[in-house]
């Protein structure tokens, strides 16, 4: 079984080192009946090429968004969800993916919405996990259906919406674009080599720190140690441990990713995401941009 001190060694700096694990923990850890490891990437194709033996597959559009609303699932689809692919309230569920673990972050922040606190992320994801040549396999685990019982849904602590935004603008909040300066400054409306769709004006909220996702991590996708983020969070962008933050990006996947840092490795106690994001806030009637 895992312990506390086994997630824990080598990430003791961080606020909650529990929070992650390495890719030698999960290799060590493939075996036991409390752990679910979860894949959830933004190339919803790459897990059939070959994923962590065992792991399962999240879809971040078509399992955890409600198909009709812009919006996530309703409790009794996100229970029905987890029944399905064979997790329990009793489960560590381990997340990891692609692209530094976006995703990863993105499904882990959804689990939280439904209380669903027991996670963690494979620091590194998918990118460490193949360059170390550690095994992957295309068998699609097996797992026995269970009855995950309806959850309540909490989006007042960790998610922000439009009004939110506005509300915490006018107050001096704190607000972080982790977009990339082109997406920042207003000439991309999306990161660079991707269509330039989805918004009709470019820039940033008023009051914004720019403080790009992927400064975060190092090369090889694992998150830098705790004084460089602080460098970084605190003493650059001027974030406060007790302060009132938001973060964005275009969609909340980038967002989320800066979430839990800011929430677990920095131990911030009062982090939001903002799902809507830049794709909601450029194209809304009257809504003030900066560039």
């Known amino acids: 079984m895992a312990t506390e001190k086994d997630r824990t060694d080598g990430f003791a700096g961080y606020a909650f080192p529990g929070k992650l694990v390495s890719t030698e923990w999960v290799a060590n850890h493939l075996d036991d009946p409390s752990i679910v490891i979860v894949e959830s990437d933004e190339d919803v194709l790459l897990y059939d090429t070959g994923h962590i033996p065992g792991a399962v597959k999240l879809d971040w559009h078509l399992d955890l968004n409600h198909p009709l609303v812009r919006d996530y699932l309703e409790p009794d689809a996100f229970a029905e969800l987890l029944s399905r692919k064979g997790i329990g309230p009793e489960h560590t569920v381990v997340f990891y993916g692609d692209n530094f673990n976006w995703w990863a972050a993105y499904a882990l922040w959804v689990f939280h919405l439904f209380g669903f606190t027991n996670t963690r992320l494979m620091d590194g994801g998918r990118m460490k996990w193949v360059a170390e040549g550690k095994p992957m396999s295309r068998k699609i685990p097996d797992r026995p259906p269970i009855d995950y019982p309806t959850p309540a849904r909490d989006d007042k602590q960790i998610r922000a919406f439009r009004d939110d935004v506005l509300e915490h603008m006018a107050d001096g909040g704190k607000l972080v674009d982790v977009r990339s300066p082109e997406e ?87 982090v939001r995401n903002y799902d809507g994001s830049w794709t909601e806030w450029g194209n809304l009637v009257g809504a003030p941009i900066e560039k």
């Not at 973060?247 to 677990?264: K, M, P, Q």
């Open 184 to 270: 920042f400054n207003g000439t991309l409306l999306h990161m660079p080599d991707y269509p330039q769709e989805g918004a009709l004006r470019g820039g940033h909220i008023p009051g914004a720190a720019s403080v790009p996702w992927k400064r975060a991590v190092k090369e090889d996708g694992t998150f830098k140690p705790v004084g460089e983020l602080e460098d970084i969070y605190l003493s650059e962008a001027g974030i406060g441990k007790g302060d009132e933050v938001i973060a964005y990006c275009r969609i909340g996947e980038r967002s989320s990713h800066t979430w839990f840092v800011l929430t677990f490795l920095l131990g911030i106690p009062n």
